[in-house]
């Protein structure tokens, strides 16, 4: 499989986990937790979490991109 084609299903597989992700978030109404309110954010603010608020997601977005990454490489290897 060439960078193309990893590429390719990598973006596939991205789209489809966040789509998945966002509509069982809905199914089970908690879409709301990915809203940070106003009051929670000025909390956040003045704590001063903000870098680790950010790097918490980094971390979260990361990992997710390392399972799909290795979904990819498992394909390639199996059609190999």
Same mark, same amino acid.
């Given at each position: 499989m060439n960078t193309w084609e990893k590429a390719l299903w990598f973006a596939v597989f991205s789209t489809a986990f966040v789509l998945l992700f966002l509509s069982a @978030? =809905? +199914?089970?109404? =908690?879409l709301s937790i990915l809203k940070v309110s106003a009051r929670q954010w000025e909390w956040i603010r003045r704590n001063k979490l903000v870098p680790y608020y950010i790097l918490f997601a980094l971390v979260l977005l990361l990992t +997710? +991109? @390392?399972? *799909?990454?290795? *979904?990819?490489?498992t394909i390639d290897r199996l059609r190999q």
């Open positions: @978030l =809905r +199914a089970t109404g =908690r +997710a +991109a @390392l399972a *799909i990454y290795q *979904i990819v490489e």
